[in-house]
C-alpha cells in the first residue's frame, strides 16, 4: 500500500500554555524528568485552551505527558550527537537519544500532576519537570499504566538510570539554606540536580573551576572536589 | 519566578518521515497502540532526516515513542470530548484523553521497534502500531523504562484496558482468508482490530446494519450480531 506522500506539508503549533519553573536557564536542568522531584513548575494554559471544561478528569490521573518544544535550543540539528551518559565521547544517532538538539524540537516529558486550579483559567502544579522557565507546552496528554508501563523493554545504551553524585555542602552554603522559607525542598532540589552532575560530559573528574547553575532566586556556586563528589560553595543571588 | 509570556509565537514541524500502514482510513484504526500486535506499518523518513546515522543506536531499544500529527482529525477542537469508552455519552475535557480530536492534533504512541533498514535511506519495521497511512511523524524518541514505566500510576477514567469484543467468521470470511499469503497474520489482525469494536460509540448494542472497515486491501464487512460479539461477513476488494 505504498503512496508517494509530498514531504514538505508546513504544520503550523501553537502554544497551549506556558512553564514557570525553578530553572532559569538550560545549564543544569536534570537530563530526564523525574530524576530531581522536588522540583516544582507550574503550567499556565494560555486562551483559548484555558477553559477548566478542556481538563476535566484530568486530576483523576497521577502522570501526565507533555509534549514541548526545546525553546533554548538552537533549530538546526546533526544526525549524531554525544550522549552525557556516555562520557561525551560515543556519537549516537538523534533519534535514538532524548537530546535537546533535535529535528523539530520536540521534547517529551513525563510528569507527575499535583493538582488543578481552575479559579483563573487553568494553572496545572506539576513536580519532576525537568523544563526550563517559559518553555512552550503544545499537548497535555493522560499517562495510560496499562499501556504505557513496559518494565521489561530494552532499553539501549540507558538501560538504567544514570550513575549519581554526592552532593556536600559547604558551611556557607548550609548557612544560606537554613535562612530560606523554602529550605528543606530547595536543599533537596539542590541535591538532586547537582547529583547528576550537570557539568559538561567532558569534565567528568575532579577540576578546580567552580560552576554555576541558576536555580529559583540564584547562582548555586559548586565544585567538583573529588571523583564523584560536588561540593556547593555558596548560594549568590542571581 | 513569574514572567510575561506572548502568547502567538508560531512553532513550524516539518514531518521527519511518513507512516505505511494496514489502515487506510481512520475508521476501525485501534484506539490506542499496543491493542493490535499483528498491525504492521513501516516508518520511512524522508530527506534531509533519512540519513542512516541519525538512527545509530536506537536498534537496541525494543520500544519507541512517535510524535505524529492526526492528519485526517480536522483543525478544530472542542474543550470537551465523549470518550469511546464511557459509551460516548459522558464529556471529558480533552486534556484528559487521548483524542484525535485536539489541539495542534499531536499523537503520540509507543510502538515496537521490529527492525532498521538503512540500506536506501532509513525505514523502520513497527508493530502494535494505531496508525493511519500517510500518517506524518515529527519525532522519533527512545522509551526509557527504568522512566516511563510507572505501573502504579493512577489512570482516571481509563485505569485498565478496554473490554474486547469476541470476533467470529463466516463460513465465507473463513475461505476468503485461507486463500490469502498473509492469511494468519491478518486474520490476528481483523480479530484484534474488531476486538476493540470500531463501531461508534453510541451503536454498542446488537444492530442489523453492516459496517465495513478498510484494512490492507480489503473491506472487512461486519455486523453486531449478539451482545459483545462482532461477526466477519466476508472481506470484499477495497
Same mark, same amino acid.
Given at each position: 500500500?505504498?503512496?508517494?506522500?509530498?514531504?514538505?506539508?508546513?504544520?503550523?503549533?501553537?502554544?497551549?500554555?506556558?512553564?514557570?519553573?525553578?530553572?532559569?536557564?538550560?545549564?543544569?536542568?536534570?537530563?530526564?524528568?523525574?530524576?530531581?522531584?522536588?522540583?516544582?513548575?507550574?503550567?499556565?494554559?494560555?486562551?483559548?485552551?484555558?477553559?477548566?471544561?478542556?481538563?476535566?478528569?484530568?486530576?483523576?490521573?497521577?502522570?501526565?505527558?507533555?509534549?514541548?518544544?526545546?525553546?533554548?535550543?538552537?533549530?538546526?540539528?546533526?544526525?549524531?550527537?554525544?550522549?552525557?551518559?556516555?562520557?561525551? $565521547?560515543?556519537?549516537?544517532?538523534?533519534?535514538?537519544?532524548?537530546?535537546?538538539?533535535?529535528?523539530?524540537?520536540?521534547?517529551?516529558?513525563?510528569?507527575?500532576?499535583? &493538582?488543578?486550579?481552575?479559579? &483563573?483559567?487553568?494553572?496545572?502544579?506539576?513536580?519532576?519537570?525537568?523544563?526550563? $522557565?517559559?518553555?512552550?507546552?503544545?499537548?497535555?496528554?493522560?499517562?495510560?499504566?496499562?499501556?504505557?508501563?513496559?518494565?521489561?523493554?530494552?532499553?539501549?545504551?540507558?538501560?538504567?538510570?544514570?550513575?549519581?553524585?554526592?552532593?556536600?555542602?559547604?558551611?556557607?552554603?548550609?548557612?544560606?539554606?537554613?535562612?530560606?522559607?523554602?529550605?528543606?525542598?530547595?536543599?533537596?532540589?539542590?541535591?538532586?540536580?547537582?547529583?547528576?552532575?550537570?557539568?559538561?560530559?567532558?569534565?567528568?573528574?575532579?577540576?578546580?573551576?567552580?560552576?554555576?547553575?541558576?536555580?529559583?532566586?540564584?547562582?548555586?556556586?559548586?565544585?567538583?572536589?573529588?571523583?564523584?563528589?560536588?561540593?556547593?560553595?555558596?548560594?549568590?543571588?542571581?
Amino acid at each position: 500500500m505504498k503512496t508517494t506522500i509530498k514531504n514538505s506539508e508546513p504544520l503550523q503549533l501553537e502554544p497551549i500554555g506556558h512553564i514557570f519553573s525553578d530553572f532559569a536557564d538550560p545549564f543544569g536542568i536534570p537530563r530526564q524528568p523525574g530524576l530531581a522531584s522536588a522540583a516544582r513548575a507550574t503550567l499556565v494554559l494560555c486562551s483559548p485552551y484555558n477553559d477548566p471544561l478542556s481538563v476535566r478528569g484530568l486530576e483523576d490521573f497521577s502522570h501526565i505527558w507533555l509534549t514541548f518544544i526545546f525553546h533554548l535550543s538552537p533549530k538546526r540539528w546533526t544526525p549524531l550527537v554525544r550522549p552525557p551518559r556516555l562520557g561525551g $565521547n560515543t556519537k549516537m544517532g538523534v533519534f535514538a537519544t532524548r537530546s535537546t538538539h533535535r529535528p523539530n524540537r520536540l521534547g517529551l516529558s513525563l510528569v507527575t500532576l499535583e &493538582h488543578i486550579d481552575t479559579r &483563573h483559567g487553568v494553572c496545572l502544579s506539576l513536580s519532576g519537570a525537568d523544563l526550563a $522557565n517559559g518553555t512552550p507546552v503544545v499537548d497535555i496528554k493522560p499517562y495510560l499504566p496499562w499501556l504505557e508501563a513496559r518494565p521489561d523493554a530494552r532499553g539501549g545504551f540507558a538501560p538504567e538510570p544514570p550513575l549519581l553524585c554526592h552532593v556536600v555542602f559547604s558551611n556557607q552554603a548550609r548557612q544560606q539554606l537554613a535562612a530560606r522559607a523554602d529550605c528543606e525542598n530547595f536543599s533537596t532540589l539542590i541535591q538532586q540536580v547537582l547529583a547528576q552532575d550537570p557539568r559538561p560530559a567532558y569534565r567528568r573528574s575532579p577540576d578546580t573551576r567552580i560552576h554555576g547553575i541558576r536555580l529559583r532566586d540564584v547562582d548555586v556556586r559548586f565544585r567538583a572536589t573529588r571523583e564523584n563528589v560536588l561540593e556547593v560553595i555558596e548560594l549568590r543571588p542571581a
